[in-house]
């Protein structure tokens, strides 16, 4: 559930949004804003927060993070869950310490999801029941999930048919709310509850060329896989309580190569089909952004793309001054 501001807060929040697909260099430039801005840097990715997943989530280096603090980077162990809900809480926080500062705050990320239960408020969803949840994958490697897929169309149709048959990992938070509530995710959905309360700057990095953007997700798995994703992933495995069902593991990348290291996927295999979840990945991020209200656009591959965004925070910062 989205948190609302509290009358306790003495400065009302003001905070710039750098969204954008993978691999549009969120995190390149919000380090160069940060060098000339009076920003403090918050990450908006549902697998940073996890600690050991690093080559695969694009994590920044250790260096970068010492010289350039993000919040919200490694807060989690990969075996525990982490929501929408929950991160709202925790951002809310965080932009409040930075204002009391005198600072602002400059959120940065891909995961669409974060941004829109921040700005535009989140449903009142049960939380994660591990043991409803171990339940449901047990029948589901006995019954396959195209059957507990038409089991969730019982309960809630109008979820299921936004849902694929072998959509495992939404099937089941589907099911799990549904059967937790007894009630439909769909009518859960249609009661959102508020945003935080804050005033944004909402800026995308856009490709002007999306087989540009794909060349560059190609290009940044394989240096990945150069640097250890393999062997990342196969620590994150031999972790107690970790597995491949678990939430953190079905990242994109992080799945794939589990599937490998489980003798599901050849690792060529592997590799082709963590490119094209990369891709859809970006796909997604961008049907997310083209419906974005006051949203200033970059393109991510315009060599004049910091002195626009100088541009536009400079504007920002007179309105806000003199507002």
């Excluded at 927060?49 to 162990?77: E, F």
């Excluded at 560059?216 to 107690?240: K, N, P, T, W, Y």
């Excluded at 589990?258 to 963590?274: C, F, M, R, V």
Aim: proline share 6%; glycine share 4%.
């Amino acid at each position: 559930m989205a948190v609302a501001m509290t009358n306790s807060t003495p400065k009302p929040i003001r905070a710039i949004c750098l969204m954008g697909p993978t691999a549009a260099g969120k995190t390149e430039l919000a380090i160069e804003l940060s060098q000339e801005f009076p920003v403090e840097l918050v990450s908006v990715d549902s697998v940073q927060v996890y600690r050991g997943m690093d080559i695969g989530a694009a994590k920044p280096s250790r260096k970068i993070l010492d010289a350039h603090p993000h919040r919200l980077i490694n807060i989690r162990d990969p075996w525990q869950t982490y929501s929408a809900g929950q991160f709202c809480r925790d951002v809310v926080v965080a932009m409040s310490e930075i204002v009391e500062a005198g600072r602002i705050p400059l959120l940065t990320g891909g995961t669409m999801l974060y941004f829109q239960a921040l700005q535009r408020g989140l449903a009142e969803l049960p939380e994660a029941d591990p043991v409803l949840r171990a339940q449901l994958n047990k029948r589901a490697l006995s019954e396959g999930w195209p059957a507990l897929h038409a089991e969730l169309h019982t309960f809630d149709p109008v979820t299921a048919e936004r849902i694929k048959p072998n959509d495992a990992q939404r099937i089941q938070r589907a099911l799990e709310v549904c059967l937790s509530a007894n009630e439909s995710m769909s009518e859960l959905v249609a009661a959102t509850a508020p945003p935080v309360e804050a005033s944004y700057l909402n800026i995308a990095l856009l490709p002007s060329d999306r087989q540009l953007l794909h060349e560059r997700i190609a290009c940044r798995l394989e240096q990945m896989f150069a640097e250890g994703l393999v062997d990342e992933v196969q620590a994150l495995l031999a972790l107690s309580g970790v597995s491949l069902e678990t939430p953190a593991m079905r990242a994109v990348g992080y799945r794939q190569i589990g599937l490998y290291l489980t003798g599901k996927l050849s690792l060529e295999d592997a590799q082709l089909k963590a490119v094209i979840a990369t891709r859809r990945l970006a796909k997604r991020q961008l049907t997310w952004l083209r419906s974005w209200p006051d949203l200033h656009v970059l393109d991510c591959f315009s060599p004049d793309r910091l002195v626009t965004v100088r541009k536009i925070l400079h504007s920002w910062l007179d309105d806000r001054a003199t507002s």
